[in-house]
């Protein structure tokens, strides 16, 4: 792992965080996207943020990503946002959350199964980092 700029990862990351603002102020209405869709591509988020600033291997990122979205999810279990003590309808209170749902850790998971598809099927064009020795 090392850094390594990439603004073609930036402008993703850029691409996919306005999907995501999108997904939460104008598609709110279509149930499916505001539940699931989103918890789908915030990992591909997470994935493409992390790429624009570090060379690293794909599948130990696309793990590490897993890992923590569990691990914010279940973190919700426990309120931690409100011990935190931030407010409801702040910034931090609604990036970290403040309801635990076995359908979001399965959302993530499809999020990176696909993500890891991706990277899998694009290995060939350069989009991906070689593994690291």
């Not at 793990?63 to 409801?88: D, N, T, W």
Request: charged share 15%.
């Amino acid at each position: 792992m090392k850094f390594q700029f990439s603004l073609k990862y930036l402008l993703l990351t850029v691409f996919i965080f306005l999907v995501e603002v999108l997904i939460a102020n104008k598609l709110s209405d279509i149930f499916f996207v505001r539940a699931y869709l989103g918890d789908v591509i915030v990992v591909m988020l997470l994935y493409t943020f992390v790429k624009s600033f570090i060379k690293v291997n794909d599948q130990k990122l696309i793990l590490g990503i897993l890992i923590f979205s569990f691990a914010v999810e279940f973190a919700q279990y426990f309120h931690i946002a409100e011990k935190l003590g931030f407010r409801p309808g702040s910034l931090m209170y609604i990036v970290i959350g403040n309801s635990f749902s076995w359908i979001d850790n399965l959302c993530y998971a499809v999020g990176c199964l696909i993500l890891y598809l991706i990277v899998r099927m694009t290995n060939r064009d350069g989009l991906t980092s070689t593994p690291n020795p």
